[in-house]
C-alpha cells in the first residue's frame, strides 16, 4: 500500500497595494493660500518641483494658480 501523499494548499500571495505617494508638503507653506501670499506659485507639472507639494484637485497640470 502506498502513503497518500499530503495535500498542499498553498496561500494566495496577497493582492499587491497601489502605491500613491502622498505628496510631501511644501516645507515653507502649509497651504496654497500661504505661497501665493509670499507671490509664489502657480506651479506647473513636470517643470517645477514644487508642483509635487499640492494637490492637483481639478487635474489641469497647475496647483496654487489663482
Do not use: N, Q
Amino acid at each position: 500500500m502506498r502513503p497518500t501523499p499530503k495535500r498542499t494548499t498553498a496561500k494566495p500571495r496577497p493582492k499587491p497595494r497601489a502605491t500613491t505617494r502622498a505628496p510631501s508638503t511644501d516645507p515653507r507653506y502649509s497651504t496654497c493660500t500661504e505661497a501665493r501670499r509670499h507671490g509664489l506659485g502657480p506651479y506647473r507639472r513636470g517643470i517645477d518641483p514644487e508642483y509635487t507639494w499640492y494637490e492637483d484637485r481639478d487635474h489641469d497640470g497647475m496647483v496654487c494658480e489663482s
